[in-house]
């Protein structure tokens, strides 16, 4: 059973930058062909893809978010990051990291709720 386990802060104070990491267990990150996602679900909405890296270190982003995210990996530590700049209200929502591949999203993480306010 792979497991992913998100962390990071809470609460953002916005214009500042978010930063989450996603440790992985069971899998690791450079098994082919599997890509490794953040997705969040704001209050009210549906789930939104952020972006992924994929096993052989690649990345993906979506074009809404303009430039903020930047997602990295340390495959020593078998984790993956997400940071996203210039944060406002409108990023608070819940953060997921998951695992995708042939059979879809596969593996999720719990969710950790961030919340940007001042």
């Known amino acids: 059973q792979v497991k992913l386990q998100e962390s990071g802060p809470g609460l953002v104070i916005p214009s500042q930058t978010l930063s989450l990491t996603c440790t992985v267990s069971?899998?690791?990150?450079?098994?082919?062909?599997?890509?490794w996602s953040w997705i969040r679900q704001s209050p009210g909405k549906g789930l939104e893809w952020m972006g992924a890296?994929?096993?052989?270190?690649?990345?993906y982003y979506s074009p809404y978010l303009k430039s903020r995210a930047s997602i990295t990996r340390d495959t020593t530590k078998n984790q993956f990051f997400l940071q996203l700049t210039s944060v406002t209200p409108e990023d608070t929502a819940v953060y997921f990291c998951?695992?995708?591949?042939?059979?879809?999203?596969?593996?999720w993480g719990q969710g950790t709720q961030v919340v940007v306010s001042s």
């Open positions: 069971d899998d690791s990150i450079t098994t082919p062909y599997f890509f």
């Open positions: 890296i994929g096993y052989e270190g690649t990345t």
């Open positions: 998951t695992r995708s591949g042939g059979l879809g999203y596969d593996y």
